[in-house]
């Protein structure tokens, strides 16, 4: 997709340059491995492609880095958890996949990550990464988590950038039925219960009324990540011509802090932090 690319280590370091450099509050780093496979064996290891990255944005950059925990980018089936069973049977199964996701977490912060952020939805895992943190002696790592995370169809893009599309069936084992907002609620309760600092809804556009009951209701910082699909909507408009993309991007934005997000995770972040510099 248009302005979107996969980066290597070297032509990481510049682009987080020009973001901090913009005024961007922090950069969230998605690991694609050199290769993937069943288990997913890259995702742990203190030389992946993740703390690799996470150590030259530290050593080299002042931006605060923020690392995706999950297993989707690492295994070869595309799911975010261990998958068991073949064809229809396979299910993924959400106990055996809480191990691995800590270990991934302890390795980011171990390479420096300031905050790590599983996007998996799997049930107690940010109590099984706050005790494996908490462990390893990085207690003052915290937790963002995604914690009210949809089964949506605004993915797409991302899906394709990271090569990481489920094999087969979907997600919806693990993230949450979109006409369901009270069990959105109890999963950021769940979340925040077992020690989240920062909960998360996703996407933002389409549910700006969760992301005001999660602020009112919880009083706790708020993230909204604007999805890949929601870039798409407005990059391919403007494209042809139908929309004016600063105004709608600056507009949108605006409606998600509005809403009550603390933070904006979006694709136009650096963009959106040049066009607000200029006034
Ligand atoms: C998966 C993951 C997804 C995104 C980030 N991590 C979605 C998914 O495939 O379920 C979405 C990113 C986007 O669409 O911008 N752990
Ligand atoms: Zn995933």
Same mark, same amino acid.
Do not use: C
């Given at each position: 997709m248009r302005g979107v690319y996969q980066h290597s280590i070297d032509t990481l370091i510049p682009e987080v340059e020009a973001a901090v450099e913009a005024g961007v509050g922090a950069v969230l780093l998605f690991g694609i491995p050199e290769s993937k496979d069943e288990q997913g064996? /890259?995702?742990?290891?203190?030389?992946?492609?993740i703390p690799m990255a996470v150590r030259a944005c530290k050593e080299r950059t002042s931006a605060l880095v923020i690392t995706d925990v999950c297993l989707c980018e690492y295994a070869d089936h595309g799911h975010c958890g261990v998958v068991r069973g073949q064809g229809d049977g396979a299910t993924v199964?959400?106990?055996? &996949?809480?191990?691995?996701? !800590?270990? /991934?977490?302890?390795?980011?912060?171990? !390479?420096?990550?300031?905050?790590?952020? =599983?996007?998996?939805?799997?049930d107690g895992r940010v109590a099984a990464i706050r005790r494996s943190l908490d462990e390893a002696e990085l207690s003052?790592? =915290?937790?963002?988590?995604?914690?009210?995370?949809?089964?949506?169809?605004?993915y797409g893009p991302f899906r394709e950038a990271v090569e990481s599309s =489920? +094999?087969?069936?979907?997600? +919806?084992?693990? /993230?949450?039925? =979109? !006409?369901?907002?009270?069990?959105?609620?109890?999963e950021v309760r769940m979340d925040i219960d077992e020690g989240a600092d920062i909960v998360m809804v996703k996407p933002a556009l389409a549910y700006l009324d969760l992301i005001r009951r999660v602020? &009112?209701?919880t009083g706790y910082p708020v993230a909204a990540y604007s999805a890949s699909g929601e870039y798409a909507m407005v990059k391919a408009a403007a494209a042809n011509g139908w929309i004016?993309?600063?105004?709608?991007?600056?507009?949108?934005? &605006?409606?998600? +802090?509005?809403?009550? !997000?603390?933070?904006?995770?979006?694709?136009w972040a650096r963009q959106a932090a040049e066009w607000l510099a200029e006034g």
């Open positions: 064996s /890259q995702s742990a290891s203190d030389d992946g492609i199964e959400n106990d055996p &996949t809480l191990e691995l996701l !800590a270990r /991934q977490a302890v390795a980011h912060a171990r !390479a420096g990550a300031d905050i790590v952020a =599983p996007s998996d939805m799997m003052s790592t =915290p937790i963002l988590s995604y914690a009210a995370k949809f089964a949506s169809a605004f =489920p +094999r087969f069936g979907d997600r +919806r084992s693990y /993230q949450l039925d =979109p !006409a369901n907002a009270d069990e959105a609620l109890r602020k &009112t209701e004016e993309e600063k105004a709608a991007v600056l507009e949108i934005l &605006t409606s998600i +802090r509005r809403a009550g !997000a603390d933070i904006i995770i979006t694709y």
